[in-house]
């Protein structure tokens, strides 16, 4: 299970998001919801649903439900929306803050917890012109993570393998190719696929991150 203060680290982190989340949520009008997000197909409302359902995965249930959904990520997780879509979005609402507090996760490095509300944070708050100042400590963490899991994982290690990713509002460089700089959040968003931070960034290695993946 990992080192226990890392542990406790982590879910207050994650805690304290899934409150900001729901603050920022209950201002929303219905058209808002089905707003699309930064997330490909997905409007706001699909990304609530989602984060419902990430929270009460569990890793047995993980593995289950990815079996049944024949090994398809993309499956797995339009079957997760679709099963916690509530009719209305009170209803969804409602169901995030049922599980806001759970702490727990499937198999995954326990960060990618960070990373899930962190990235789909975005996904739904840049769409609405909704601003975040998330913990510093917190992008950097699901920055390296990111950076250093593979593509078939939900991670980047393929997209910056000949980067050099260095944040200009933090310590934290990563890689040791092209330069590519700037806020901590934008790099991660970037590697993520959300081109919308591509102009947050300088350096010789960002128009490889222009490519289409």
Same mark, same amino acid.
């Given at each position: 299970m990992g080192n226990p203060e890392h542990v406790r680290d982590v879910w207050q982190i994650v805690h304290a998001e899934r409150a900001a989340l729901i603050h920022d949520l209950e201002g929303l009008d219905d058209k808002q919801w089905e707003r699309p997000s930064l997330c490909e197909g997905w409007t706001v409302h699909d990304v609530v649903a989602h984060l419902v359902d990430s929270a009460r995965a569990t890793r047995l249930g993980f593995v289950v439900g990815l079996a049944r959904a024949r090994f398809d990520f993309h499956r797995q997780n339009a079957h997760g $929306? +679709? =099963?916690e879509h509530g009719a209305s979005p009170l209803e969804t609402l +409602? =169901?995030? =803050?049922q599980v806001a507090s759970r702490t727990s996760t499937p198999p995954a490095p326990l960060d990618s917890r960070i990373v899930e509300q962190v990235v789909h944070g975005e996904d739904i708050r840049r769409p609405l012109g909704l601003i975040r100042s998330y913990p510093q400590d917190a992008v950097v963490r699901a920055l390296r993570l990111q950076a250093h899991t593979p593509v078939s994982f939900g991670g980047a290690k393929e997209v910056v393998a000949s980067l050099r990713l260095t944040a200009t509002d933090a310590d $934290?460089?990563? &890689?040791? &190719?092209?330069e590519v700089t700037g806020p901590a959040l934008s790099l991660l968003l970037t590697i993520m696929g959300r081109r919308v931070a591509l102009n947050d960034l300088e350096g010789q290695g960002v128009g490889s991150l222009r490519q289409p993946t």
């Open positions: $929306v +679709a =099963r +409602a =169901r995030l =803050r $934290v460089s990563i &890689g040791d &190719g092209m």
